[in-house]
């Protein structure tokens, strides 16, 4: 990345859930990645790889089991109160759920303003109410939406109600977690388009979690791919996207359909066997043998490490042992 600046270190980062006294969940096992600033990394892979867990405790709000996460240089898990709460106002979470994320019984004026007045940020009801019509403008809604109740909008529109109030606070980072999962395919777009437009104008840095990834491809500048737990692949997007070099990796970029019928006919899809195991009960090694075409005998045995294959290409993969 250049001379660009860290703004968030993951290192080792694990985050484990007990379920019983014989069983632990590992939802994000061993997992290292660095988010420069006024970039937006894209993390991707299906339901249950741990991309959520990953994003929610990297920003705190789950504590990790073991692992650091440095933002700006500090450690978040061992902030001081003056630190801990710049930290929750410079970054922000926008859900994925805008049904469920957003408080019905306030009035969008309320819920906007909310983060305003917790951070002391406005000085009187007038500069407060033409910050909040300032924000609805910037996320393409009406200024009047300000006294409506959540309950009379559209998904796409709470999702932006739900953006303007990550704004309030003028955040330096956003946590995007399946941001427009929850959307009818036909405004994912407008909502993408609108968190690019923002993150460009106001220089945000943005981590993008998503299960789509060709929207993900869209917005991203990096793309990590996710596999039960792992990171199993990070490049830059175009690389990404072009070039993939994981099995799994190739095999999420083979499932995209092609919008042209004579190519998506004649393309080689890789259908990926058997289904994702249990993050109570991964595979030994690399957890994906029990699925990959490509798995040879270490596969089984070793655990394979991140590797740098070519200038900012990492993967973990043991087809890639030798080139480094
Ligand atoms: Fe496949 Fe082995 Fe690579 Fe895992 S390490 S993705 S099993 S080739």
Sequence with gaps: MGDKKPILEVKHLKKYFPVDAKHTLKAVDDVSFTIYEGETLGIVGESGCGKTTCGRTCIGVYEATSGEV?????????????????????????FQDPYSSL?????????????????????????????????????GLNPEHASRYVHEFSGG??????????????????????????LDVSVQAQVVNLLVKLQKERGLTCMFIAHDLSMVKHISD??????????????????????????????????????????????????????????????????FCNR???AMEECSCQTPVMREVEPGHFVACHLYDEMK
Excluded: W
């Design 70 to 94: 440095l933002y700006k240089g500090k450690d978040i898990n061992k902030m001081t109160a003056v630190e801990r709460k710049e930290f929750t106002k410079k970054v922000q979470m926008i």
């Design 103 to 139: 408080d019905p019984r306030m009035k969008v004026h309320d819920i906007i303003a909310e983060g305003m007045q917790i951070h002391k940020l406005v000085s009187s009801k007038a500069e407060e109410i033409k910050a909040v019509q300032s924000l609805l403008e910037q996320v």
């Design 157 to 182: 529109q709470r999702q932006r109600i739900g953006i303007a109030r990550a704004l309030a606070v003028n955040p330096e980072f956003l946590m995007c977690d399946e941001p427009i999962s929850a």
């Design 222 to 287: 990096r793309v990590g791919v996710m596999y039960l737990g792992n990171l199993v692949e990070l490049a830059d997007s175009d690389v990404l996207y072009q070039h993939p070099l994981h099995p799994y990796t190739k095999a999420l970029l083979s499932a995209i359909p092609v919008p042209d019928p004579d190519i998506e006919r004649q393309r080689n899809q890789i259908r990926l066997e058997g289904e994702v195991p249990s993050p109570m009960n991964p595979p030994a090694g690399c957890h």
């Design 292 to 294: 990959c075409s490509y």
